[in-house]
């Protein structure tokens, strides 16, 4: 295998044999079961924020950061009710979760139509 993929560095080709071997599949599901695949939605959540927050400060304003963050807040409560239900937490932690992303919702909802009827 190692001549099929020449060229390629140890992490590649550990990598690649990793796809062909079907470990990735394990792994996949190691991040389901653990509960990680939320923290790695998590992060992209948040990256998605900063991009957003510093294109919003260097080009011209056409949102605000609180609709960004009221915009982002109900799916942040839904990733982490879905944590929850994942790594089999109280069924208290889950209700709390998405009830927080019902209250994030309906003030993202308030906010849009509030500025629909200004602007």
């Given at each position: 295998?190692?001549?099929?993929?020449?060229?390629?560095?140890?992490?590649?080709?550990?990598?690649?044999?990793?796809?062909?071997?079907?470990?990735?599949?394990?792994?996949?599901?190691?991040?389901?079961?653990?509960?990680?695949?939320?923290?790695?939605?998590?992060?992209v959540?948040?990256?998605?924020?900063?991009v957003?927050a510093?294109?919003?400060?260097?080009?011209?304003?056409?949102?605000?950061?609180?609709?960004?963050?009221?915009?982002?807040?109900?799916?942040?409560?839904?990733?982490?009710?879905?944590?929850?239900?994942?790594v089999?937490?109280?069924?208290?932690?889950?209700?709390?979760?998405?009830?927080?992303?019902?209250?994030?919702?309906?003030?993202?909802?308030?906010?849009?139509?509030?500025?629909?009827?200004?602007?």
């Open positions: 295998m190692h001549r099929l993929l020449g060229g390629f560095d140890d992490a590649s080709y550990q990598l690649a044999a990793c796809v062909v071997e079907g470990c990735l599949v394990d792994m996949v599901e190691s991040l389901f079961r653990s509960g990680r695949i939320a923290d790695v939605v998590i992060a959540m948040a990256l998605e924020a900063l957003f510093v294109a919003a400060r260097t080009r011209s304003r056409t949102w605000s950061l609180s609709a960004l963050l009221a915009g982002l807040l109900p799916g942040l409560f839904l990733v982490l009710a879905l944590k929850a239900a994942l089999q937490a109280p069924s208290l932690w889950i209700a709390a979760a998405l009830s927080a992303a019902l209250v994030a919702h309906l003030v993202d909802v308030r906010l849009r139509l509030r500025s629909r009827q200004t602007g």
